[in-house]
């Protein structure tokens, strides 16, 4: 029998929570409409304004840390509601189709997605994040002791403990090119890997944006490489969709990752698989359920990994119609112009830039070196005092991203607040 209390506290968290989902359908409800294409015509900034007004960022609060976490706008937070509300009534027309199945081809939601990154739909597996993917690639390659993986000093921990951990179990070995800070050419990187392959060298596994300084390195040209070389590619992309355009059937790679929770604002737990039709069969599965041999699935087998978060595929297809409708050309264009801004102004204020000076390997992420600003003292003022979020690492490195809803005035308003800081600290 319930008494007093437990009901009163029941009923309590029971209150809580019908406001919390109140509040937030009714910011949904609150959301104006997308602004018209058309607008971004007759005067762009104030299509970013209004795009803008997707996003439940506070009006006040600056968010510079996209190369971590997106935050998904009102499009993709409404298909995930749509999404439970169709699944959860467990009213298929199909006695035998359930809505956390995770045996199913999800065509719907991979289709859209193989169209926007460029590749068929039999090469794909929906995944939760690229960390996810990059283990599939790891686990599931043959190698023997002494075999080589050749990658960049600046992988993501996703990306390569995953080889780590294969080290230690069956005795391949891990090998380290040391990226230029700043990389000055897409020369420079070829050169580097080209002279570090030795014939034990099995797989090429790199970034194609580093999440260190936010490089965008040529991996057209690395996986060209690594193919004339009779190398397996495989190329970390957790920062890619969503921030510049994607097409991975001609970078000639043979594996690829990703995380659209970040640019592409997808919902959190939403990734992807890509292998190369000719390789899926060399691959095997590290997560076995019905289907896990049967090669006519091709990549299908890799997102059989039983009961699935559904409705966030509901949320990422909604995240890929949002930037076709956007366009991506736009965005892309728009994520340059604010880095650049913020990379000159950072520039003048005496930082130390590790963004690439080649335009085409730089994008929406800036990272600059400002010794002896503390990083983590600068974080921590900048969120608890002013509502800006940033990111970096010790001791003072900072990575800023700029994401297209972004305005010139949050940027102004961060290097006013960056001034205000160093004054305070008498930092010259």
Known sequence: MIDRRSFLTATTGLAATITLRGNLLAQLEKTPPLPDRSLFNKNEDDYWTEMRKQFLIPADEIYLNNGTVGSSPAPVLRAIFDGYTSTEKMDQQDPEDYPIWGYASWNEFRDPLAAFVGCRRDEIALLRNATEANSYIANGIDMKPGDEVLMTDQEHPGGEHPWNLKAKRYGIVVKKITLPRPVKDAGQVLNLFNDSITPRTRVIFFSHITTFSGVVLPAKEISALARSKGILSAVDGAHVPGMMRLNIGELGCDMYSASPHKWLQAPKGSGFLYVRDEVIDRLWNTIATEGWDDPKLRAERFQRIGSSNVPALWGLRASIKLANDIGMDRIERRHRKLADYMLDEMKKRGAESWTSPDPALRCAIVTVNVPPVRRMDLENWMW????????????????????????????????????????ERRIA
């Open 384 to 423: 608890k005092t002013h509502k800006i979020r940033i990111r970096g690492a010790e001791p003072n490195k900072l990575r800023l991203s700029t994401p297209y809803y972004l305005q010139k005035k949050d940027i102004d308003r961060f290097l006013e607040k960056f001034d205000e800081y160093r004054r």
